[in-house]
């Protein structure tokens, strides 16, 4: 009589663990599926980031902000002077 | 009233009552037990199957195009998600919704308000496409609306981030993702990853609680690094712009090749077009990449061939004298003209200097068909491209059997027989290798690498030297020179095949040319087709390789070599007005 009322009592600590466990699971999993949407949209916004960067950092739009707005200008031939080792840097 | 109350508990109930209660009881369990059973066991399959159609669902992996980029690691095609505003018509109220809400979405969408009203009315419908592709932070605002029945769908698109500038290059994806066009073609499978997918269980609320399988992974796309130098093709492709607007061309093209490694450095064209648009997808002309795919008779630019081959077979040496009989030579019915003249007498090396026709049909005449072919063939005219770009030209150069005199004679300065700018630039590396033809590659190498050997060193030196001359006083590409740099190159301008004769006032201008010539590090071929106006190279091509060679210089950090010290030093002294 003893023994089969442990066992039921056994049975019953069993059966609600199975349940907790499976709610715990399912918790779980939940959880590391909208970890990994996160996941997702971290990364499209980081490949967002590269493509917006990629576009500002463009050698176009570098050009057209230092010609209209900086007012720069290519160098003629003319006005680059080349120093050579040979010529002896700081000396004339 | 002697009578004993009768207590309650005392009724006697009749037996019947009790046992019909505990046999319908009985039956009722046994009902439920043989539903139990049935549905267990007869109807199992079923109705699990009708569960698990209402729980169950299998999500697709999507795999992310690689991304691809230069060789300093700046994207040139990058995958980003867009929005595709969707519609329910039967969920919206179309009623329900103010003609303030509406007038702001056509705002938001750039969408007509009747065309809304049209689309949101299709109640056979489940589910309309109302906008696809647009940015999130878009879709943000539009769903901020709070129009019921309106949804969203992530979707990806390749964005291109050099536009104009590398689109015939990196080539385009259709919507689907798939490479058309370009680079992304040729590299599809390694760019395109594998999608995967994952059985799941979901619960009422949408959740997922349950990972039932993964089927597949999904594996990305693998990352491509380009041997293109994303500034340096910007510059090549807008010179080749600024030709073609100054001269009014067809077209241009440039190509930029490194010498030691073989990478194609930039491969820049014009026209061109937006790939970021799709409805500038119609205009094939602006979509081929010129510089690889179309094949065209160089011209002059073919004449260092001609004298490598004479070299080679010691038929010449650069100091000996040939006569180009005033500049005309008469082959059969056909007569070779020079455009200049001067000199009767040229030797070797001024025949390349001042590009004589005669000159080199002579030379080519003291060879048998069969030597001037091999180095041509050798140097890789004629011969498919080992390069991954999809459609790249052959050339056509005809086997020495079928040659006739007058085809030596055309062949030896570049017409009858075709090869395409790359395959050109790719055939000066002999001389800038010491004699070996390098294998180029649009990847990323960065280690030298080995060269089939074409000509000997002694024969490759002293072309290249010859080729020097023609930037120096006197020749042809005087304006191709850049200062503080020894720079060889060749000038070609040629007529227009078309229809099978040359096209009258149609010409092709080009230039190809290396630097620094004490140490060669870099080719820049150049090709203007069909400019009106002036048409010589000097004044066409010449100008545009210049410019590329001296930001390609300058790119690759490469030290001057030919400062002309008295220059800087009178400069120096005496500085100009500021």
Known sequence: ?92 | MTAKPQSVLNIRLPVWRARLLVTLMFLGFMALAARALYCQSVNKDFLQAEAEKRYSRTKSLIATRGLITDRNGEALAITTAVETVTVNPRRINFEGISTEKLSQLSNLLNLDTDFLKKQLNKKNKGEVYLKRQIPPSLAKKVMLLEIPGLGLKTTYKRYYPNGEATAQLVGITNIDQQGQEGIEYSYQKTLAGKSGSRRINKNKLNQVIEEVATISNAENGAELALSIDRQLQYVAYSEAKNAVLEHEAKSASVVVLDVITGEILTVANWPSYNPNNRSTFKNQAAMRNRAVVHQFEPGSTLKPFTIAAALEGKFVTPAKLIDIEGGQLRIGRRNIKDDHFENNLLTVSDVVKTSSNVGTAKISQMMEPTQLWETLSKSGFGQLPTHQFPGGARGVLRPPESWREIHRATISYGMGMSASLLQLARAYSIFARGGTLVPVTFERRSAPVEGRRVISEHTARAVLKMLETVTHEGGTGVSAAIPGYRVAGKTGTAKVAAGGSYARGKYRSSFVGIAPVSNPRIIVAVMVEEPSGSYYASVVAAPVFRKVMEEALKTLGIDPDGIDLDREVKRYVAPGPV
């Open chain 1, 1 to 92: 009589m003893k023994v089969s009322l442990l066992l039921f009592i056994i049975l019953i600590a069993s059966a609600i663990s199975l349940v907790t466990a499976r709610h715990e699971s399912r918790k779980l999993v939940n959880e590391l599926e909208n970890e990994r949407n996160i996941s997702t949209k971290i990364q499209e916004h980081k490949r967002k980031l590269v493509a917006e960067q990629s576009t500002l950092k463009s050698p176009e739009r570098i050009e057209r902000f230092a010609k209209k707005k900086l007012k720069m200008k290519q160098p003629n031939s003319e006005d680059i002077i080349l120093l050579s080792p040979s010529l002896g840097g700081g000396k004339r």
